[in-house]
């Protein structure tokens, strides 16, 4: 009889899985299938076909898929190959504390699909995939003006601190920062606007905020001083960017697909304004799904060793770039090429880069589907965010380690620590 195997059931979805099948006629073809719903009922499912071995089996670690959504050897293909029945809906947790996606697996004979008919499957299960570990605490944060979550690892610490900031998305995004702190770093999802009572889009960036927060999070006495590192995305980045030169408590910089100038609002920080750099809207495309692309629209104003970059030089800490190069809402090959020659001239060599052919701008944690293009709040178009679901998912799965690795050398004084 065929059974379907998956190892471990429940687990972080940074984890892979190991998938098997046994009790199959040598050399078989079977279908497996993926499926889950996510907090607004949309679902995503994906599918690859394997022939079974001499003995009956097959071991997605070993095996390769012979068609479906992804072909080749690829152990977690059926989780980061995941397909939205909504077009354009991007898979992004809300509620990471109480409960985990659930992930359908089930395993179909070739002729029961190539009928066209619901028959029962030969054997199926369900995985739990966490986004937190079950003894990680949460905190809101309400603390004056700040809006935000604190995920703190279990233990006395204290822990390597890191700031999570997210891009234009706006609300407080935690998914990220739950596991950090499940990979033992105290993480800090900093909400800056469209949420509780804070703007509801961004008007400007009050770099105090941002300063408040980081004196708020190294008061805290789970928190190892006396820097803290931040992990940002897109606008996120663009504001760690500036986190970075201005901050001097800012030790490690993760920046993933973000622009190295001031884009849309004003920078602000103890009265000084930084004004955002012109754009050209004729520069605006559409690629052949009709989505937005906006990564041209700053070419005829931050040219190479333009004046409109910030002063990245002025940094303390250490960077690691994390780009991907199909991107297509940020240029952002050019930008952190254009930041690490402003690095280069300043006789700097506090930098990493990561460079990804063929990954797009949304890069997750480890087995996330790519979301190439989605809908923001505020805007009417749906934006391309780029990207190729192979590399992408590769990119995706090397940088969430080569992440903690940086965070870990630059936040801990002995790097034999071990989290």
Not at 277 to 306: A, C, Q, W
């Amino acid at each position: 009889m065929a059974k379907l195997i998956a190892t471990p059931l429940s687990a972080l979805v940074d984890e892979p899985v190991h998938i098997r099948v046994t009790g199959l006629a040598p050399s078989q073809v079977v279908f497996l299938e993926a499926s889950l719903k996510d907090e607004r009922g949309i679902l995503f499912s994906s599918q690859a076909s394997y022939r079974a071995s001499e003995v009956g089996d097959v071991d997605l670690d070993r095996d390769s898929s012979l068609g479906g959504d992804y072909v080749g050897v690829h152990p977690m293909g059926l989780f980061w190959s995941l397909k939205p029945e909504k077009p354009f809906s991007r898979l992004a947790k809300r509620d990471v504390i109480d409960s985990p996606y659930r992930v359908h697996l089930k395993l179909r004979d070739q002729y029961s699909l190539l009928a066209g008919v619901d028959i029962s499957p030969l054997d199926s299960l369900i995985l739990e995939r966490w986004y937190v570990a079950p003894d990680v605490t949460r905190i809101q944060v309400k603390e004056g003006r700040l809006r935000g979550a604190l995920f703190l690892p279990p233990g006395e610490g204290p822990f390597p601190g890191v700031i999570d900031l997210f891009g234009a998305t706006g609300g407080l995004t935690e998914f990220r920062a739950s596991l950090l702190a499940s990979r033992g770093f105290a993480s800090f999802a900093l909400a800056y606007m469209g949420y509780d009572d804070l703007p509801p889009q961004l008007e400007r960036v009050d770099l105090d905020y941002f300063e408040e927060a980081v004196e708020f999070f190294l008061r805290h006495p789970k928190v190892l001083g006396p820097g803290v590192g931040l992990v940002s995305v897109c606008i996120g980045a663009e504001i760690g960017l500036a986190m970075a030169i201005n901050l001097k408590q800012i030790t490690a910089a993760v920046l993933i697909n973000g622009p190295t100038f001031v884009t849309s609002v004003p920078h602000v920080y103890h009265g000084q304004v930084n004004q955002p750099v012109p754009h050209n809207i004729e520069f605006v495309t559409k690629n052949s799904l009709g989505l937005t692309e906006f990564y041209r629209i700053h070419e005829e104003t931050v040219g190479k060793d333009s004046k409109y970059c910030l002063p990245i030089e002025k940094a303390q800490g250490h960077f690691l770039f994390v780009v991907g190069e199909d991107d297509k809402n940020q240029n952002s090959k050019v930008r952190v090429d254009q930041a690490i020659a402003q690095l280069t001239r300043s006789g700097k060599k506090n930098w990493t880069l990561l460079s990804y052919p063929g990954a797009g701008h949304v890069i997750e944690p480890p087995y996330s589907p790519l979301c190439s293009g989605s809908r923001m709040r505020f805007l009417t178009p749906y934006l391309s965010w780029g990207g190729e679901v192979v590399p992408h998912a590769a990119a995706q799965e090397h940088c969430w380690k080569e992440i903690q690795t940086f965070l870990k050398k630059h936040l801990l004084p002995d790097m034999s620590c071990q989290l």
